[in-house]
């Protein structure tokens, strides 16, 4: 079953736009959600090292889970793989901002680990002095990516894109393991 829901815009987000999807069950759809929130943008910065952004990302995640009293994610290069390329094709606009397609990005990673729930949060903005920690903040904001953020969940997968505009676009799977 997919389900598609709209929120409201939240202006206090600032410039972030931001999109959840949610799988549970051995490698099959049985609930899926997206929701998209699109919001205005601030002054635009300098090119930023996109690797070092990623693990800027999974830190500030794992500090927010700790600050819950959970376990840190562990950080899978290969789901990182998935992620950015998800990222590089929204930024590229191959494919429309969300989740268009997380079918197979689930597949892939159950190729790579036997999973039986997997989440996806996906960002984009402009202009931030720290794209990554502002895509962080709004998700943190959000109930529906907060509620993936310290779900239970033990493995991502980070990928961010920045396209020729100056936009970022910020993928992270979330994979609970059998």
Same mark, same amino acid.
């Given at each position: 079953?997919?389900?598609?829901? !709209?929120?409201?815009?939240? &202006?206090?987000?600032?410039?972030?736009?931001?999109?959840?999807?949610?799988?549970?069950?051995?490698?099959?759809?049985?609930?899926? %959600?997206?929701?998209?929130?699109?919001?205005?943008?601030? =002054?635009?910065?300098?090119?930023?090292?996109?690797?070092?952004?990623?693990?800027?990302?999974?830190?500030?995640? $794992?500090?927010?889970? %700790? #600050?819950?009293?959970? @376990?840190?994610?562990?950080? $899978?290069?290969?789901? #990182?793989?998935?992620?950015?390329?998800?990222?590089?094709?929204?930024?590229?606009?191959?494919? &429309?901002? +969300?989740? #268009?397609?997380?079918?197979? !990005?689930?597949?892939?990673?159950?190729?790579?680990?036997?999973? !039986? +729930? *997997?989440?996806?949060?996906?960002?984009?903005?402009? +202009?931030? !002095?720290? =794209?990554?920690? @502002?895509?962080?903040?709004?998700?943190?904001? %959000? =109930?529906?990516?907060?509620? $993936?953020?310290?779900?239970?969940?033990? *493995?991502?997968?980070?990928?961010?894109?920045?396209?020729?505009?100056?936009?970022?676009?910020?993928?992270?799977?979330?994979?609970?393991?059998?």
């Amino acid at each position: 079953m997919l389900k598609n829901n !709209r929120l409201k815009v939240f &202006p206090l987000f600032g410039g972030v736009v931001l999109g959840i999807a949610i799988i549970l069950g051995g490698g099959e759809i049985t609930h899926s %959600s997206n929701s998209e929130i699109i919001l205005g943008a601030k =002054p635009v910065n300098a090119a930023s090292d996109v690797a070092a952004m990623e693990k800027s990302v999974h830190n500030q995640i $794992n500090q927010y889970r %700790s #600050s819950k009293g959970l @376990s840190p994610l562990k950080f $899978n290069t290969e789901i #990182s793989k998935i992620a950015r390329e998800h990222s590089q094709q929204m930024a590229d606009k191959q494919v &429309p901002f +969300g989740h #268009s397609g997380s079918d197979s !990005r689930y597949k892939k990673i159950s190729k790579l680990i036997k999973w !039986r +729930g *997997v989440a996806e949060n996906v960002a984009y903005n402009q +202009g931030y !002095r720290d =794209p990554g920690k @502002s895509a962080v903040e709004g998700w943190i904001k %959000s =109930p529906g990516h907060q509620q $993936n953020m310290v779900g239970k969940y033990e *493995v991502t997968g980070i990928g961010v894109a920045k396209n020729s505009k100056g936009e970022y676009y910020f993928t992270q799977l979330f994979v609970s393991q059998r």
